[in-house]
Antibody, heavy 121, light 108 residues
Framework: QVQLVQSGGGVVQPGRSLKLSCVAS????????MHWVRQAPGKGLEWLAVVSYGATHTYYADSVRGRFTISRDNSNNTLYLEMSSLRVEDTAVYYCAKVFGGNSFYYFDSWGQGTLVIVSS | DIQMTQSPSSLSASVGDRVTITCRAS??????LAWYQQKPGKVPNLLIF???TLQSGVPSRFSGSGSGTDFTLTISSLQPEDVATYYCQKYNSAPPLPFGGGTKVEIK
């Protein structure tokens, strides 16, 4: 069965960087677009970024463009989100998500367990 | 960019009630709409895609309808296990892929 296991969250000071990982299993990772979504405490879901199955295309939400970088290593079945210039408002649970089918912009049929990032001095 | 607006933001209903949640897109999105359920403290879970197609394993009391800009999620007979926040999301077009603001469903 599909599994997405996340790691890398924690407490970080404003302005610093942090890198999240999402290790996939149970499917052919390199055939699917992958996304990051976050949820601030008590708030709704916010789409952040997508990387195409071959890592040739990436897109970002305005709120993180220029600060966050989505990437993937298909040889190691791993998705990454590198976050820099972190702000207090980036505090959230971050989820990785797999799309259904071959279209990178399709709906999400599997989600990671989430990892909490707290940005605080 | 297309915006997704849900209403109401929260509702309280009795067990057995019919519950309807609406989602409106700021531009037409055909039937490229998904609904997710997020139970308290849990990961979101896909309920419906293509506006009206139930994901495997989802109880038949859930249904979706709509096309273009206006969509609905209906729970025909609310059950205690349906307490959750429900989100719509547009897909199958250029990013961003925004979610609606969510609808929190509680039992009266």
């Amino acid at each position: 069965q599909v599994q997405l296991v996340q790691s890398g969250g924690g407490v970080v000071q404003p302005g610093r960087s942090l890198k999240l990982s999402c290790v996939a299993s149970g499917f052919t990772f390199g055939r699917y677009g992958m996304h990051w979504v976050r949820q601030a405490p008590g708030k709704g879901l916010e789409w952040l970024a997508v990387v195409s199955y071959g890592a040739t295309h990436t897109y970002y939400a305005d709120s993180v463009r220029g600060r966050f970088t989505i990437s993937r290593d298909n040889s190691n079945n791993t998705l990454y989100l590198e976050m820099s210039s972190l702000r207090v408002e980036d505090t959230a649970v971050y989820y990785c998500a797999k799309v259904f089918g071959g279209n990178s912009f399709y709906y999400f049929d599997s989600w990671g367990q989430g990892t909490l990032v707290i940005v605080s001095s | 960019d297309i915006q997704m607006t849900q209403s109401p933001s929260s509702l309280s209903a009795s067990v057995g009630d019919r519950v309807t949640i609406t989602c409106r897109a700021s531009q037409g999105i055909s039937n490229n709409l998904a609904w997710y359920q997020q139970k308290p403290g849990k990961v979101p879970n896909l309920l419906i895609f293509a506006a009206s197609t139930l994901q495997s394993g989802v109880p038949s009391r859930f249904s979706g309808s709509g096309s273009g800009t206006d969509f609905t999620l209906t729970i025909s007979s609310l059950q205690p296990e349906d307490v959750a926040t429900y989100y719509c999301q547009k897909y199958n077009s250029a990013p961003p892929l925004p979610f609606g603001g969510g609808t929190k469903v509680e039992i009266k």
